[in-house]
C-alpha cells in the first residue's frame, strides 16, 4: 500500500481564501541559545488544502472532531474536467458522468484543471485560481445528494462557482468578465444564472445534510484522472473546528504505485516535487494515464 499526496504545500506563500487570514510564521525560540527551534503560527482554517466542516455554516452541524474515519476514508472517483470547461464556466453531473464511474456513497474529487493556477505551480496566477475557476448550478447539488456522495474535494479555491459568493462584489471587473461570457455562452446574465437563491449552495444546501467538501486539492492529482482508488482526508482532531487544514492522499496498491511513478518520471514537476500542471487548463493534464 503506497500514498499519492493530493495536497498543496503549505507555507507563507499559500493564499488563503480571499480576506481569510493567511499563514503567519515566527520563531520563538532558535537552537542558539536555546537548543531547539520553536514557531509560532497563525493562520485560518481556510488556506492550503482543507475540510470545510458542517458548523463552517450550519451552526448545529458536526464539528471536525466528530468525523469518522468510515466517512473520511472510502472509494472514490477522481474526475478530470479540464478539457470541458474553462474560466467562469459551469459543470454539471453529465460532465462528470461521462468521463468517470461514480457509484453510490464515494468520495468525489474534482479536477478542474485550476489547480495549474495554484501558488506551487509553474503557471501561478492567484486571482485566476481563486476568482475564474468554473463552479456548479443546482443541478449538480441535486445530484450530489441523488448519488449520496460521501464528500467532495476540488482542486481550486471552492467548491462554489466564485461568482456565486462574495467574491462577485469583491472583484468588479472579474464579476463584469464573468457577465459578460454568461451572456455569450448560456444565454443569459451571470445575475439571473446564479441568482440570490442559488449564493453559495455547494454549502449552504449541503452541509446541513452532512455533504461536506474539500478545498485546495492538488499534490499529485494529475496521475489519476478519470480513475477510482481509495481517498482519504485526514484532518485534525479539531473540537469545535468549523473546518481543518488536512493532507489528503489517494491509497493505492504497490503495483500500481510503481505504475504511476513511472509515468511520473516522465512529467515535470514543481519545485517542490509535484507533477507541474499545464498553464492552459483545456489541454489535457501532464501524468494522465
Known sequence: MKFIDLTIPFGVGTPPWPTYEPLQLKYFKRLAPNGANGQLLTHSNHVGT????????????????????????????????SDAVGDYDIYTSEMIEERVDVREGDILIIHTGYHHYGWDQPGADEVRYMVMHPGPDREFVHWCLKKKIRWIGVDCGSADHPMNTIIRDWMPRQAAEADAHFKEKYGMPMAERLDA???????????????????????????????????????????????????????????????????KAGCELTKFGDVAGSKNPHLHAIGRT
Not at 482543507?50 to 474526475?79: P, R, T
Not at 442559488?198 to 461536506?212: C, N, R
Request: with cysteine; proline share 1%.
Open 50 to 81: 482543507h475540510l470545510d466542516g458542517e458548523i463552517h455554516f450550519f451552526a448545529s452541524g458536526k464539528d471536525i472532531a466528530e468525523l469518522d474515519f468510515d466517512f473520511l476514508v472510502h472509494d472514490a472517483a477522481i474526475v478530470d474536467l
Open 197 to 263: 437563491s442559488k449564493y453559495q449552495m455547494m454549502h449552504l444546501e449541503l452541509f446541513d445534510k452532512g455533504l461536506i467538501h474539500a478545498e485546495c486539492l492538488g499534490g499529485d492529482i494529475d496521475l489519476l484522472l478519470n480513475q477510482r482508488a481509495t481517498v482519504g482526508c485526514f484532518p485534525w482532531r479539531f473540537v469545535d473546528g468549523e473546518s481543518s487544514i488536512s493532507r489528503i492522499v489517494a491509497i493505492v496498491d504497490d503495483a500500481r504505485y510503481d505504475e504511476l511513478m513511472k509515468v
